[in-house]
RNA sequence: GGCGCGUUCGUCUAGUGGUUAGGACGCCGGCCUCUCAAGCCGGUAACACGGGUUCAAAUCCCGUACGCGCUACCA
């Protein structure tokens, strides 16, 4: 049965804060997010960071930023599993007195030598209670000593079974599974302690997260039934792999929330794309918005099989957004690429107008940000390669002096005015309009192509239009002469 | 090694016994056009392999190959 009840949900995000937020981990956001949004209830975001050593509060406050920014929100949270260890112990220390768990005493070494010997005959060390390697008597003086030990869970003799949204029935043969430990020799809860112990406490119900969590599951499951407590349904997702089909990693691209961020991806976007890894909403739909997604979730259309992150779609993906988005929602986002182009000052309907000349021909807000920088910079970096071809045309200069001079005088900088103006002088002079149009692009915008040239000019306006015109001028007299000789 | 999970165009996916195997990205071509995008139109390209079951299999079963996960006093 997939059934997913209509009362109330309570999912969480549990990431561990050892690094960015991975594009892995924000899916699995997503998927919660949308689950909760779909069904009502509860999101709750809890940071799993009992293994002290590789955890970051600054790591904590990135991943919340990361979320927020991407557009999953939480209900309740965030819960650091650090602050909640004495409620792990305590838990930990009732399935001791109900003899469903027991103290153990081999040291590290004595289980790693236990597990050489195995794996040399070929076999896999377990370890199971009443099969501890060490004699009775051992045991009992260890005990008696107050030596060190770990408490280990007595896991059930039967196969565990649970159902997953994702992969269906799935069972566990007894052999596959160790008594695990509950608590560390110095008294620690172990990550499996602190998950089920929160799962029960948080009243989750619903636990969306990786598949490397899928061998994990049935010793939760063994767990949850030792408390007495009903096992939350599960949904296990397959893994985004990089275009290597390996597991994404840094060497084949970006991984993290913060890196595409910094590419100038929307969040939009990437909600809209990480969704989409791994779900589909069974038509042929592609770009939609969170509401939309979650107005049609369902964990049934998850897909059981990894995905290969691929960027050009994601690009593909921005770009869209980027086209379609009104303005006023896309300028907020494109400020830190404005800034750092050095184009802190822009605003007002110059700057719009321009964004609306560009954003159907940018993949990212870098891209439109550079794009949008001749409007309002001062001086424009002339690429020598780009405009070789214009030096070469001795009669151009003054063709374009004389253009310059017929913009200025015109009553009114507009499109069709600046566009008869150009194309009479073209006329004129015996030539195609191709003539004047392309160096002028160059000279206003530095690019060899870009957006219809006199919508161009007239957001440009008059000032920055003969400024660039004028500094282009003199790139091209300083520009080396054309090289003699082959080819002429 | 053991246990678990997976495998439809290069990539993301639709498909749940009968389809010309659909859509999207990418790529190629065309239209539009001052160029480039966008948009529109068209093209390219897939059921991992081998056995079954069945009148009929991408869909069900078994095996093989390949990939991945787990196998910690990490999470």
């Not at 557009?71 to 260890?85: H, I």
């Not at 275009?243 to 929330?257: F, I, N, P, Q, Y």
Request: charged letters at 25%.
């Amino acid at each position: 049965m997939t059934t997913e009840t209509s009362t109330p949900i309570r999912v969480r995000f549990a990431p561990s804060p050892t690094g960015f937020l991975h594009v892995g981990g924000a899916r699995t956001a997503i998927y919660n997010d949308l689950l909760r949004q779909r069904l009502g209830g509860a999101f709750i975001l809890r940071i799993e960071d009992t293994d002290r050593q590789r955890s970051d509060e600054a790591m904590t406050r990135q991943i919340q930023d990361a979320l927020a920014w991407i557009g999953v929100t939480w209900d309740e949270g965030p819960f650091l599993q650090s602050e909640r260890l004495e409620r792990h112990r305590e838990r930990a220390r009732e399935l001791l007195d109900g003899g469903l768990a027991y103290r153990a005493y081999e040291t590290p070494d004595e289980l790693e030598a236990l597990r050489a010997a195995a794996r040399a005959e070929g076999g896999e060390f377990r370890y199971r209670a009443g099969r501890s390697p060490l004699a009775a008597a051992e045991i009992a003086r260890r005990a008696g000593d107050g030596d060190p030990f770990v408490v280990r869970f007595r896991m059930p003799d039967e196969p565990i079974r649970f159902h997953d949204l994702v992969r269906g029935d799935v069972e566990f043969p007894p052999e596959a599974l160790d008594d695990l430990i509950l608590l560390r020799s110095d008294g620690s809860p172990t990550y499996h302690m602190s998950v089920v112990a929160d799962d029960i406490d948080m009243a989750v119900t619903h636990v969306i997260r990786g598949e490397d969590h899928l061998s994990n599951t049935p010793k939760h499951v063994a767990m949850f039934a030792a408390f007495g407590a009903p096992a939350p349904t599960f949904a296990h997702l397959p893994l985004i792999l990089g275009t290597d089909r390996k597991r994404l990693s840094k060497r084949t691209g970006a991984t993290s929330v913060e890196e595409f961020r910094g590419q100038g991806i929307l969040p939009q976007a990437l909600y809209n794309f990480l969704a989409l890894l791994g779900w589909s909403p069974g038509d042929d739909r592609e770009l939609m918005s969170r509401a939309e997604m979650a107005a049609v979730f369902s964990t049934d259309r998850l897909n059981d099989s990894a995905a290969v992150f691929d960027p050009d779609k994601l690009g593909w993906m921005n770009a869209q957004y980027m086209a379609s988005l009104p303005l006023a929602a896309l300028r907020p986002h494109l400020e830190p690429f404005l800034e750092a182009a050095g184009l802190a000052a822009a605003a007002g309907p110059r700057l719009d107008a321009a964004l609306d000349l560009h954003r159907t021909r940018a993949r990212t807000l870098a891209d439109l940000a550079a794009a949008v920088k001749p409007y309002f910079a001062e001086t424009i970096d002339y690429d020598p390669a780009l405009t070789a071809g214009f030096a070469a045309q001795e009669e151009l200069p003054g063709d374009l002096r004389e253009l310059a001079a017929r913009w200025r005088s015109l009553a009114a900088f507009d499109v069709a005015p600046l566009e008869d103006a150009l194309r009479a002088l073209c006329a004129e002079r015996g030539a195609k309009a191709g003539h004047l149009i392309h160096p002028v692009r160059m000279a206003l915008s530095g690019a060899k192509a870009g957006p219809p040239l006199f919508d161009l000019v007239a957001v440009m306006g008059p000032e920055a239009t003969a400024r660039h015109l004028e500094s282009f001028l003199a790139h091209l007299a300083a520009s080396p002469p054309p090289a003699s000789g082959a080819g002429g």
